[in-house]
């Protein structure tokens, strides 16, 4: 039988006498093979020496890594978290996985990581994802004993998020809603009307739904949300087709992937012609819309189950291009305060 290894790497050397011999290597730069291609002896020698490969390093960096992706902090990460966290971990084990834990005490090893991560800066988020990781895996080896301190907290960021300008506007809607599919419609009116990330909206099933309130655990946050359904939305609801258990499906029915729901949000934006905004810029979106609305952050944060302190951040400083409409909206009330209180005669 043919057995098909990858990766083995295949050296023809000329011996004294003349002879030609070919050895083989588990890879390139890998253990010598013993035994003939496909004999149990040249199978065992492969398995092996892989093995060997990927079993980390006692006593290093590779070390802490094995025992954080075991940790229950990162078994408990979603699936699309998970994902976001392989690539940097790789990485990190390219970059530092033969370190000594020891050296992990060292003061310099934070100049050594700083280090690292500027040579990205050219790349600010890639950068700060970078740390981000590295410093979640030290924290969890520092919380179980394994290193008295973590070099990488409070690292600060490099990328600083402006997006003070991005708002969804009346015109962008009608623009993005023109070209959409009805099961894409309806994914954009959920996001206005409730302010849910994508990923919770990706999972919203019927039965979370009972005809005026929408139910739900933020994966992230892990909060609890209750939003009242009404108006268009409702409307909407009622009268989509069911064809599963999600509430939100692709064209041909199925429940959307995270990659595939992003490939068709970019086909999406791009026929619409819109290329400064972003599906997260909805949730941001709505926020305003209910502060334009009159609702109070404390009603805000109800709605879209952010903290109060992040209601006022996003008011404050990421999503204020409706700032006049606002001011304007205050005005009008103190105007009705001010026609509904008599005006005292003085003698």
Not at 12 to 33: D, V
Not at 197 to 225: E, M, P
Not at 246 to 256: C, D, E, F, K, S
Not at 325 to 332: D, K, M, S, V
Request: hydrophobic share 40%; net charge positive.
């Amino acid at each position: 039988m043919r057995v098909y290894l990858k990766g083995v790497h295949k050296v023809h050397r000329r011996l004294a006498t003349g002879e030609i011999r070919t050895h083989w290597y588990a890879w390139r730069g890998g253990p010598r093979l013993t035994g003939n291609p496909s004999s149990p002896e040249f199978i065992q020698s492969y398995t092996e020496a892989h093995a060997a490969r990927k079993k980390p390093a006692e006593g290093h960096v590779f070390t802490l890594i094995a025992e954080f992706k075991a940790s229950s902090e990162y078994l408990a990460l979603s699936d699309a978290t998970k994902r976001a966290y392989a690539s940097y971990v790789k990485m990190i084990e390219a970059e530092f996985g033969d370190m000594p834990i020891a050296a992990l005490v060292d003061p310099r090893v934070r100049g050594e990581f700083k280090a690292w991560r500027d040579r990205m800066a050219d790349k600010p988020r890639k950068a700060d994802y970078a740390w981000t990781t590295l410093a979640r895996v030290l924290a969890v080896a520092k919380d179980r004993g394994r290193i008295p301190v973590n070099p990488c907290e409070r690292g600060g960021r490099l990328y600083q998020a402006d997006r003070t300008d991005r708002l969804w506007t009346e015109s962008d809607l009608a623009r993005l809603l023109s070209v959409a599919s009805p099961e894409m419609e309806l994914t954009v009116l959920l996001a206005l009307g409730t302010g849910q990330r994508q990923g919770d909206l990706l999972r919203l099933r019927w039965s979370d739904y009972d005809g005026r309130h929408i139910r739900l655990r933020q994966s992230k946050t892990g909060q609890a949300v209750i939003v009242r359904i009404g108006g268009l939305l409702k409307a909407r609801l009622d009268a989509s087709q069911r064809r599963g258990p999600m509430v939100l499906t692709n064209t041909r029915g199925r429940p959307w992937t995270s990659d595939g729901f992003r490939t068709s949000w970019a086909k999406l934006c791009q026929r619409a012609g819109i290329d400064n905004l972003t599906f997260h810029d909805l949730r941001g979106s709505a926020v305003t819309r209910l502060a334009l609305a009159g609702a109070t952050p404390q009603e805000i944060a109800g709605v879209t189950g952010h903290s109060l302190a992040d209601v006022s951040t996003i008011l404050d400083r990421h999503y204020l291009g409706d700032r006049a409409a606002l001011a304007e909206n205050a005005i009008r009330r103190l105007e009705r305060k001010e026609k509904r209180t008599k005006p005292v005669n003085r003698v």
